[in-house]
Nanobody, 114 residues
Framework: QVQLVESGGGLVQAGGSLRLSCAASGNINRFNAMGWYRQAPGKQRELVAHITSGGRTNYGDSVKGRFTISRDNAKNTVYLQSNSLRPEDTAVYYC????????WGQGTQVTVSS
C-alpha cells in the first residue's frame, strides 16, 4: 500500500514562496515518476511539475521559471519549491506517484492573497 503525505501548504502573499513536501511510504525509487498536480475550484486538475526516477523534470507552462521540483531519495520525499507566487496559483496541490498505477495524496491547500 502506497501512502503519500503532503505538507507545507498555507496562506502567503503574492510574490512570496512556499516549499511543499510529499513524503512517501517506502523507497521512492520504485516509482517511475513522481509529481505535483493542482486543482482550483471549478477547474480541472493540472500538472504543476513532474520528476522521473532518473531525475528528468517537466513543468506546466504557467509555473516554468518560478517552481522547482526535486527529490531526496534518502528521505523518500519529493519537494516543490514555489517562488514568486501569484493569486492564480491558489489551489489544492496533490502529490502523485506512478508505478503500474497512479497514487495520490490527500492534498494540501495553497492560498495566495493579492
Amino acid at each position: 500500500q502506497v501512502q503519500l503525505v503532503e505538507s507545507g501548504g498555507g496562506l502567503v502573499q503574492a510574490g512570496g514562496s512556499l516549499r511543499l513536501s510529499c513524503a512517501a511510504s517506502g523507497n521512492i525509487n520504485r516509482f517511475n515518476a513522481m509529481g505535483w498536480y493542482r486543482q482550483a475550484p471549478g477547474k480541472q486538475r493540472e500538472l504543476v511539475a513532474h520528476i522521473t526516477s532518473g531525475g528528468r523534470t517537466n513543468y506546466g507552462d504557467s509555473v516554468k521559471g518560478r517552481f522547482t521540483i526535486s527529490r531526496d531519495n534518502a528521505k523518500n520525499t519529493v519537494y516543490l519549491q514555489s517562488n514568486s507566487l501569484r493569486p492564480e496559483d491558489t489551489a489544492v496541490y496533490y502529490c502523485n506517484a506512478i508505478t503500474s498505477r497512479n497514487y495520490w495524496g490527500q492534498g494540501t491547500q495553497v492560498t495566495v492573497s493579492s
